[in-house]
């Protein structure tokens, strides 16, 4: 047990190099975070071999047991995604709320963590956005596809859907028109980076 953990303390501080200066403090800490937890959640015993994380392999995917279901790696994000990274999110923050199966970008949460119809909804929309942006880079969502995910969350108000984006309507660059692809604005990303580093906890 202390063997492997001193072994992946050496992996920490070898990462932590890897990254800028400005940067390694977080980088450590995270990473310490990371091994803590699969420490209290049993994954470092004797014969176990941690899964799903990043001190595994930093930049490649690590499978789950299955071997269908994979970490997102930098190299899965189209360029104009990765900008996302230079605005405070952490390929960390991405792996701890979604993961990938397949080509498809598929939620790791249950729980929106809202407990208002209309955070959810626009919620549901940045999510379909950022799933979309990971392979064409074009941070936009099909409205009927975010009804179907309302849906599915058991938080679709059909006499209010089309308001709830109206009065957000700072995060997305196109006004709201039934069964439209929308786009999100530059306060729309910001706003993606939160919901996902909240989802991410």
């Known amino acids: 047990m202390f063997e492997k953990l001193e072994e992946q303390l050496k992996r920490i501080v070898e990462l932590v190099k890897l990254c800028p200066a400005n940067l390694q403090e977080k980088c450590f800490e995270l990473l310490l975070n990371n091994l803590l937890l699969n420490i209290s959640n049993g994954k470092l015993a004797k014969d176990d071999k941690p899964k799903r994380t990043l001190l595994e392999n930093p930049e490649g995917a690590v499978q789950k047991d ?7 790696k930098l190299t899965d994000l189209h360029i104009k995604a990765k ?4 605005q405070g999110l952490l390929i960390s923050d991405i792996n701890n709320a979604f993961y990938k199966e397949g080509e498809e970008i598929k939620p790791l949460f249950d729980d929106l963590k ?13 999510i379909e956005a950022f799933k979309n942006s990971v392979k064409t880079g074009d941070f936009t969502f099909n409205t009927d596809v975010v009804k179907q995910q309302c849906e599915i969350y058991k938080c679709y108000d059909s006499a209010n859907f089309s308001s709830y984006f109206k009065n957000k309507s700072n995060l997305f660059s196109e006004e709201y028109k039934r069964s439209s692809v929308m786009s999100l604005s530059t306060d729309g990303k910001k706003e993606l980076i939160s919901t996902i580093k909240a989802l991410a906890q």
């Not at 900008?83 to 230079?86: H, I, N, R, S």
Request: charged share 40%.
């Open 114 to 126: 809202s407990s208002k119809i209309s955070e959810s909804q626009i919620k549901l929309a940045l």
């Open 83 to 86: 900008k996302l990274l230079e």
């Open 66 to 72: 299955d071997g269908k279901e994979e970490e997102i």
